[in-house]
């Protein structure tokens, strides 16, 4: 136990000897983890917050099945339970005649023009909020045919276009990402991989002498996957921090745009989990790019 | 606890049957070698540059596999020797060079220690057994100042120093005076043999035809790659004779 504990004792020494020895190409190494995870942390930060901001126009989402004049209020009630158990179905709302009249007076900015008729021409309806895997054309075609021809409804009101836009806006922002990731993930593996290969070749004197000795392939390598992961490590948190910095600075104007366009602007910084994501990410990344540096070195 | 192939008393720590090594089709640096070298054996290594001295050394310490034929060091087949076992069998085989291999930016007793490093040798006693080498080779003063600082016969006596740390019981040295002047020479082949009368299999690749006389060991004369010539010690080594 002792023999394993003085292994790593040397291993982590070897490795602060390594970075100490080669500060430059460990800066590099730890600059280039940064700029990646900068660009695949800033993406999935977007990707993240236009999620949101769709998922919150998602929510909005609803159809709206306009009842008949005539209907009961058992027929009604009956709707509703009927039209709830629907697939897709989050809740149904019923919007009496009355407060159709009342939504409509608020949105007109008053009675006047409805003042002329003897009754109130508004139909009473039930507002069908869907759930979110039902937000898509797919699904609504499935409950509008659920719901087509049901006693007391006369008319199914649905923005199809703004279902579909909506959907394929979430598909493609999410595939953009992942594409992007997998790339610049990509590249900084082998930008990694060649900064610790520049080290392995730099200290190729040492590699010899130490095979001289009799070192087993895991005591050179470890202090090197060390090295690795310290820089990964640093790397991360660099990021971590420089995104942080340009959220905060961003975040005002992006606010008031948002805002201007959209009325909303819910913006969010990463939580602590995947603040802790991103460092671990680039320790993973600074390991994987050792190992591919040593395997590809035969060391 | 250290873990080591037991080899019975008196078997030969190297023996050698019919090895050739053959880096280009046709053309052997080592052709059709028999050898077998007894425990605590000396034994000179000599021929002209391209002989084979530098190959031979280097299939003992498994730098190598040979081309044709079975090589037994300290037990353990060398063909057959898979990538993860060849350390282990270095840690029991000290290798000296003439360009002294060693770190430059590395103190003395860092240097030294390397061998006892890779075993995972827990630092104090690391440090007592680096001290005490440095004290055989008579730089235990210098053990913290770094190689370049040193004179050529000091920075031999280092890694001298290195490869005997972990008392091995074979010790090869390729030309490991061929820098140094005649008499720095005789210091480190003093010490060389100062190792092989503990018990320590000592083969020295030499071109210098003054130490073969002068130390009187076995001789092994390489020519295109064959032995041509075993001239037996003129006195045989204390080792040799158990």
């Given at each position: 136990m002792s023999r394993v504990l003085n292994l790593i004792a040397i291993a982590i020494a070897n490795s602060v000897r390594g970075i100490r020895g080669a500060t430059t190409t460990s800066l590099m190494a730890v600059l280039t983890i940064s700029i990646v995870l900068v660009l695949v942390g800033s993406a999935s930060l977007l990707v993240d917050n236009m999620t949101g901001i769709l998922d919150e126009f998602g929510a909005e989402l609803q159809l709206v099945a306009y009842l008949e004049n005539d209907v009961s209020k058992q027929a009604q009630r009956e709707l509703v339970e009927h039209v709830s158990a629907a697939?897709?179905?989050?809740r149904v709302e019923f919007v009496s005649k009355d407060e159709a009249l009342v939504r409509f007076e608020e949105l007109a900015g008053g009675a006047e023009l409805l003042a002329?008729?003897?009754?109130?021409p508004l139909p009473a309806s039930l507002e069908i909020h869907l759930r979110p895997e039902a937000r898509n054309a797919d699904a609504i075609a499935i409950l509008d045919a659920a719901l087509d021809g049901l006693p007391g409804i006369d008319e199914l009101a649905h923005g199809q276009e703004w279902i579909e836009g909506y959907g394929q806006a979430v598909s493609m922002v999410r595939a953009g990402a992942l594409v992007l990731s997998m790339v610049l993930g990509l590249a900084a593996l082998l930008i990694v991989a060649n900064t610790i290969r520049l080290a392995l070749y730099a200290r190729r004197d040492e590699l010899e002498i130490l095979a001289l000795v009799g070192a087993s392939r895991t005591f050179v390598r470890v202090p090197f996957m060390m090295e690795g992961i310290f820089q990964g490590l640093l790397g991360g948190l660099f990021a971590l921090l420089l995104i942080y910095g340009a959220f905060e600075l961003a975040l005002p104007q992006v606010r008031i745009g948002l805002e201007l366009v959209l009325g909303r602007a819910d913006l969010h910084f990463f939580s602590t989990a995947e603040s802790i994501s991103l460092v671990v990410l680039g320790a993973g990344l600074g390991l994987l790019g050792a190992i591919t540096a040593l395997v590809g070195g035969r060391t | 606890m250290r873990r080591r192939t037991l080899t019975a008393a008196g078997e030969p720590p190297v023996r050698m049957y019919h090895v050739s090594k053959s880096y280009m089709a046709g053309q052997y640096a080592l052709h059709d070698v028999s050898l077998e070298v007894r425990r605590g054996e000396f034994i000179f290594l000599t021929g002209?540059?391209?002989?084979?001295k530098t190959t031979l050394l280097e299939l003992i310490f498994a730098e190598e596999t040979p081309s044709e034929g079975q090589i037994l060091v300290l037990g353990r087949n060398v063909a057959r020797l898979g990538a993860g076992a060849i350390p282990a069998l270095r840690r029991r085989v000290g290798v000296v060079f003439q360009d002294f291999k060693l770190l430059a930016e590395r103190t003395i007793e860092e240097n030294v220690r390397l061998a006892l490093d890779v075993v995972g040798t827990p630092r104090r006693d690391a440090r007592s057994r680096v001290f005490a080498m440095l004290k055989s080779v008579g730089l235990q003063h210098r053990?913290?100042?770094?190689?370049?600082?040193?004179?050529g016969g000091e920075q031999q006596r280092v890694a001298l120093a290195r490869a005997l740390v972990n008392e091995p019981e074979i010790l090869l040295a390729d030309?490991?005076?061929?820098?140094?002047?005649p008499e720095l020479t005789i210091e480190i082949m003093d010490l060389i043999v100062k190792a092989s009368t503990r018990g320590t299999t000592v083969i020295v690749a030499t071109h210098d035809h003054s130490l073969i006389e002068r130390y009187g060991k076995r001789v092994l004369r390489l020519e295109g790659g064959r032995i041509a010539e075993d001239i037996p010690a003129a006195t045989p080594t204390a080792g040799a004779m158990a």
């Open positions: 697939p897709g179905v989050d002329g008729l003897d009754e109130n | 002209a540059s391209g002989a084979g053990r913290f100042h770094h190689p370049l600082s040193l004179s030309e490991p005076t061929g820098n140094l002047d």
